[in-house]
């Protein structure tokens, strides 16, 4: 308590009481002037409790404690250690959802994309479908070079597979006019009475043999009084193989009389100097009086014509052997230069493309009209310029490693695109069916135009087409999972064993079957090849012993 004068007032300092804090005393301020009041800063302050003073300003000090206080130090709080966590948490959530998202939309592209590719190649097989169909309707209507018959590339490591380009036989026969100048008013349709057996494929065929389709004969009404050679050329192209026949004016004739007669009109036609020397079934044929052969009758047809390029390419399939050569017009020709004249002849010979290509060795080039090329470029364009060629689509997916791809006419096609062109050109090429079969990764494909197949149906379609195929023998029976499943071909059901077994009987070396027979072996189980029983380590070892 102060005493200093009257009117003073008594100043309350109510002191809280804590063993770790200092006091803190907040003095009276009166209505003239503020006391001023020192105190100890604290992290807890106490609470004063002030009293009206005098005018007269007086400042109280409060000494602060005399013990010893120890800094404090800031504590995290947990609640807000857990929000924060909780914050990034959710926004990591949110950056693996925008991530998901994305990775959804180009997923949606990427099957958009594969959606729109498939609905193209479906265009392109229904086109090309339809092209093959025009091609051959015509076929029966104007007289090309008949049997264009060149020897194919490899298409499998066991199997040298020649094309045979066959005519469609006719249920009505129609003679065109090769050189468009037949005279005026003749006739030159011939109705066919009886049905031409169909021809097939026979793919045993090598180069230049022959067709050998069952003679079947038609018969004909017309009249070949004052018939030209033009026509008598085009009824012998109209047949449906070397061997068919045809009724007509009181004879019976086949291909090579028909050219025969028509080289009696006219002995300068290359046309059928050419047709003829194909279709010479034996040494030779007479042609007015004198005897020609095969060979002689294509130099006549070039002698004539020496830019036909149809003679060209069959002259190269007839040099079997490719350091044969032949001398055409005083000049010296190999296999390869014939069928490389052919190309300068007429570049939209496809055949001739494909036989070039075949001829190449891996890494050698060829430059023809100042084009450099390799095999590949020359199947590629034979692909480009004869899509109903089939060997060229099967011979140009040989040339392509999984997982790559090559543009024909501004489409891409893949491997596999490949193959189901082969197949879709010309649905009784057994090879591309093989082909296909042992491409295929998944257990069904679209060959086009909604015609889903399984890899089982794929393989079986090879097996039907060339029973005496070895490939597809042996990729049949390794796609049947189960050791007793079996197929049925001609009306006969196989094992997977009779499958092998039977591709033994064609080669007994072929170790890709004698590897899967030991696989279908189970236990001390046997099985006879050749009249011997073979258990499955002696099947591994005859494997091993083929390599």
Not at 92 to 103: D, I, P, T, Y
Not at 365 to 394: K, M, Q
Not at 408 to 437: C, K, Q
Request: charged fraction near 15%.
């Amino acid at each position: 308590m102060n005493t200093n004068g009257s009117n003073d007032e008594f100043v309350m300092v109510e002191e809280a009481t804590t063993t770790d804090a200092a006091t803190t005393t907040t003095t009276s301020t009166t209505a003239h002037a503020a006391t001023t009041t020192t105190a100890t800063p604290t992290a807890h302050a106490t609470t004063a409790t002030v009293m009206p003073t005098s005018t007269t300003a007086q400042t109280n000090t409060v000494s602060p404690t005399t013990s010893s206080v120890p800094p404090l130090t800031a504590t995290p709080c947990p609640i807000t250690q857990e929000l924060r966590t909780l914050t990034q948490l959710v926004q990591s959530v949110l950056e693996a959802q925008g991530r998901q998202e994305e990775l959804h939309k180009q997923q949606l592209s990427r099957l958009d994309a594969v959606v729109e590719r498939q609905i193209a190649l479906e265009g392109r097989f229904t086109a090309l479908q339809k092209e093959v169909q025009d091609q051959h309707m015509s076929m029966s209507k104007t007289a090309t070079p008949a049997h264009n018959e060149v020897v194919m590339g490899t298409v499998s490591s066991h199997h040298q597979l020649p094309y045979h380009n066959d005519p469609v036989p006719p249920t009505t026969t129609t003679t065109g006019d090769a050189d468009n100048d037949t005279a005026a008013g003749t006739n030159n349709t011939t109705t066919a009475t009886t049905a031409v057996t169909p021809t097939r494929r026979n793919t045993n065929w090598g180069a230049d043999v022959g067709d050998t389709t069952p003679t079947a004969e038609t018969v004909s009404t017309a009249d070949t009084t004052g018939w030209s050679s033009n026509q008598w050329c085009a009824l012998g192209s109209s047949l449906a193989s070397d061997t068919a026949l045809i009724r007509i004016g009181g004879e019976t004739l086949c291909r090579e009389d028909c050219y025969i007669r028509a080289l009696r009109i006219d002995n300068t036609y290359a046309l059928a100097w050419s047709n003829l020397g194909l279709c010479i079934k034996g040494a030779n044929a007479t042609v007015g009086g004198r005897r020609y052969t095969k060979q002689q009758c294509y130099q006549r047809a070039l002698e004539l014509n020496p830019n036909f390029s149809y003679t060209w390419s069959n002259i190269a399939s007839m040099l079997a052997d490719p350091n044969s050569t032949i001398i055409m017009n005083g000049v010296t020709y190999n296999q390869l230069s014939c069928y490389i004249k052919s190309i300068e002849c007429d570049p939209t010979l496809g055949y001739s493309w494909n036989n070039i290509a075949m001829k190449l060795a891996p890494g050698e080039t060829i430059t023809i009209a100042d084009e450099v090329l390799t095999s590949f470029d020359c199947y590629r364009r034979a692909a480009e310029i004869a899509p109903n060629l089939p060997h060229g689509w099967l011979n140009l997916a040989r040339g392509l490693s999984t997982g790559q791809t090559v543009l024909v006419s501004g489409s891409e096609y893949s491997r596999l695109d490949l193959f189901i062109m082969a197949v879709n050109v010309d649905p009784t090429f057994a090879e591309a069916w093989s082909n296909l079969a042992a491409e295929l990764t998944s257990p069904t494909i679209d060959i086009g135009g909604g015609n889903i197949m399984t890899k089982i149906e794929v393989n079986t379609r090879a097996a039907e087409l060339d029973f005496n195929s070895l490939s597809s023998l042996t990729n049949l029976a390794i796609a049947m999972l189960q050791p007793n499943s079996k197929v049925t071909i001609g009306g006969q059901a196989y094992s997977k064993k009779e499958l092998l077994v039977r591709a033994l009987g064609i080669d007994a070396n072929y170790s890709y079957a004698w590897n899967a027979l030991a696989a279908c072996l189970i236990g001390h189980e046997t099985v006879t090849v050749g009249g011997k029983a073979y258990n499955r380590a002696q099947c591994s070892a005859r494997a091993t012993q083929c390599l």
